[in-house]
């Protein structure tokens, strides 16, 4: 199966809600849709399961084109953010209800729902009812329902975001082996860019109603297309500046400056904007060849591994990421070192300049 | 705003409690400085939030007492206790304006209009919210109606406590770490009393000075955010803080020694005196090296998060992870792990069996 937008586009009381996107979704990994809240992941996934129309352009599964047919037509499975799950059924009857639809025999619907059951630890709770089970259970089957369906393709809308941090971990960890070698395309839809590179696979970076970036999770990661994609893809936030290169030099501010290296030693003369993760500002200095710079330390926040500090540079707001704890005073000028091989830089006009 | 003293605190949401199972909240006994920001850190379930309704006065806990500085609040309903509460979901009046919103819990209290004036104008300063002021709640976006909500539980300046009940669920990632700051940096200028309820442990530690870690009705620590991360008492926190968790290896004591699939794995001091019905070593993955000898393992798995890579590795049936920010090893190839001794604990029927050598 392979699930290919071509130039689709939604519109909401005239306006162009989805802008003209074109996608090729394969099976075998997960195909994540990150972006934040309203960036159009949902109406995205709503357009591809046939639960609204496309103003222009087409959706092609497996080379058909299923623009115009409705959900059912399709063969997809929808796991949402809320669970979602027939109240007055047993957890073998809602896993059970798309094949029972279907018309399937007896004998294969006990057989898929049992092999769902087991690969989600379902089994000893298949005759409870969904209320007597915990939120967990309770979007373990929902996942199961869409397993044992066994539909071309399978629309996960932030499933975890409802669950427990550590329950999100484990069930995480799990869903790509789920699906795997199951032949159906999997979108997940997430506003965690952590969770992103935890699933690898694709994606697809979403903002105001755009796809910015599509590729392989950790080659976009690392090689952000433009501005934009590298915000939507950092957490905390992207630290950036502008910056202007002369010669050799590039220079943030009156103090801040450095010798531009590999890749930045090749842009031509001019603003550009700087853009650096917050774990290549560190603390302390790592290498000589690290750029000291010194900001306010506003708030800063313990994870019990990591401290981060957050700064002001000039009007900027920058984030220090770093192994470790680190004493930092709030309110106090404190120095930091950036590693400038781990930056980007971007054309005034967002892209990526190279 | 006041100190919190919880004594000998239990609760059973059944009449007639008989074994321990039966209680929601197991045994409770801690004090609260006042002025201090804590937060209250476990799974669903954990008897988190049934320690909060006994704090706030809506439930009566079967055992023990409540203080509010010195004076015993047990049996005082929510509004004569002098709390204030910011819920998950923002609680703000829609058709009122964001100045009206913040003015309420002061207005409520007959506080005279110069007062309420300069409350809402001070607080709505600290939040970044000063041009909203005139403009109606409903149509702010997610995060700033928690804002507004976080405001009103702030706004009042004669309150004991200011309790959050996993106020950031609903707020999207890059906004969070926004609204965690901003939390923090009114609690450093208002120095009241706040207490954080939640299972998402990034949001515990970056909020509190102090964290009391729940499980099953018990607590199972409190410790300040280093001390849970550096030397967890007990597996669940180890397991539960961190990302991934700290790795709990099954292993074999004999002759003071432990032994972890056939090798002797030197610990961070002596172990206790005593038996157990199982043994296990606790080693973060942060505190796994990939090196050229040591444990032999052959790695299952790698993920790459970015900031450094998750390398899980199998040592015979047992998985361990490790964090390394050098370049990964392939899924498949044979490698050796080292653990750093001095962060090696041996955990024994889940609790800490290693005597601290104060590293």
């Known amino acids: 199966m392979t699930l290919e937008l071509k130039g689709i586009t939604k519109r909401v009381d005239g306006r162009l809600h989805i802008k003209e996107t074109s996608l090729r979704l394969e099976p075998g990994h997960f195909n994540v849709l990150l972006g934040e809240t309203g960036a159009g992941k949902t109406s995205l996934i709503k357009l591809m399961a046939g639960l609204d129309r496309c103003a222009s352009g087409s959706i092609l599964m497996e080379g058909v084109d299923v623009t115009k047919q409705n959900t059912q037509q399709r063969n997809i499975s929808l796991v949402h953010q809320f669970f979602v799950n027939y109240p007055h059924m047993s957890v073998f009857d809602n896993i059970a209800s798309p094949l029972k639809v279907a018309g399937m025999a007896k004998s294969e619907i006990e057989g898929r729902v049992e092999e769902a059951a087991d690969l989600l630890q379902l089994r000893p709770m298949l005759h409870r009812r969904p209320h007597e089970l915990s939120g967990g259970q309770q979007q373990r089957t929902a996942l199961a329902r869409a397993i044992a369906k066994e539909s071309n393709a399978v629309f996960l809308d932030e499933p975890l975001a409802n669950l427990d941090y550590k329950l999100r971990e484990e069930l995480r960890a799990q869903l790509p082996e789920l699906f795997a070698g199951r032949g159906a395309v999997v979108v997940y839809a997430t506003s965690e860019p952590e969770e992103a590179l935890l699933l690898g696979g694709q994606t697809a970076l979403m903002q105001d109603g755009n796809v910015t970036q599509f590729g392989k999770t950790a080659d976009i990661y690392r090689n952000p297309a433009d501005l934009v994609s590298a915000s939507v893809f950092s957490d905390p936030p992207i630290n950036s500046a502008r910056v202007t290169k002369k010669g050799d030099e590039i220079r943030l501010d009156a103090h801040v400056k450095w010798t531009a290296t590999g890749e930045a030693s090749e842009l031509a003369d001019g603003e550009y904007d700087v853009a650096v993760r917050p774990h290549y500002v560190s603390p302390v200095r790592i290498a000589d060849r690290h750029v000291p710079m010194t900001g306010t330390v506003q708030v800063t926040e313990l994870t019990g591994s990591e401290s ?9 707001s920058w984030v220090s990421l ?14 930091f070192f950036m590693d400038p091989d781990h930056c980007f830089y971007f054309l005034p006009n967002g892209q990526r300049a190279r | 705003m006041a100190k919190i003293t919880l004594s000998n605190l239990r609760h059973s949401y059944y009449p007639n409690p008989s074994k321990p199972d039966d209680y929601a909240l197991k045994h409770l006994d801690l004090s609260w400085e006042d002025g201090g920001a804590y937060a ?59 100045f009206d919103n913040l003015a309420f819990p002061l207005r409520n209290r007959q506080v005279d209009e110069a007062t309420v004036k300069s409350r809402v104008e001070a607080i709505a300063d600290m939040l970044e919210v000063t041009d909203m002021l005139g403009t109606k709640a409903a149509g702010l976006s997610p995060d700033n109606k928690q804002k507004i909500s976080m405001g009103r539980g702030l706004v009042r300046d004669d309150i004991n406590v200011v309790m959050f009940d996993e106020p950031l669920t609903v707020i999207d990632p890059h906004l969070k770490w926004k609204l965690r700051s ?35 009705g018990e607590v199972v620590q409190i410790g300040t955010p280093v001390e849970l991360f550096e030397r967890p008492t007990h597996t669940f926190v180890g397991h539960f803080i961190g990302s991934p968790g700290m790795n709990i290896l099954p292993c074999e004591v004999s002759g003071g020694k432990a032994m972890f699939n056939g090798q002797s794995i030197t610990l961070e001091g002596e172990i206790e005196a005593g038996e157990g019905k199982s043994n296990e070593i606790g080693i973060r993955p942060e505190h796994v090296t990939i090196a050229d000898n040591g444990l032999e393992a052959v790695v299952s798995k790698v993920s790459d998060v970015g900031r450094h890579n998750v ?3 199998m040592v015979g049936g047992t998985k361990v992870a490790s964090i390394t ?12 792990l080292q653990f750093d001794p001095a962060k090696t604990r041996l955990y024994r029927d889940g609790w800490i069996a290693t005597k601290s050598t104060g590293a």
């Open chain 2, 311 to 313: 390398v899980e590795a």
């Open chain 1, 322 to 335: 770093s192994q470790g704890v680190h004493p930092y005073q709030v309110g106090e000028d404190h120095e």
């Open chain 2, 182 to 216: 901003k939390l923090k940096e009114l609690h450093q200028e208002l120095k009241a009393t706040m207490i954080y309820v939640t299972h998402d442990q990034t949001e515990a530690l970056t909020f509190a000075d102090q964290v009391v870690v729940m499980q099953e």
């Open chain 2, 40 to 98: 209250l850190l476990g799974p669903s379930g954990c008897g988190k939030s049934t320690l909060l309704n006994i704090i706030s006065g809506l439930l009566v806990p079967s055992e023990g007492k409540i203080l509010f500085d010195d004076k015993d609040v047990t049996h005082l309903k929510p509004a004569e206790r002098n709390i204030a509460q910011v819920f998950q979901f923002p609680v703000i009046y829609d058709t009122m304006t964001v």
């Open chain 2, 325 to 336: 920010e050098e370049s990964a090893p392939n899924p498949g190839e044979s490698i050796h």
């Open chain 1, 308 to 316: 981060s500090a957050h700064f002001k540079l000039g009007d900027q």
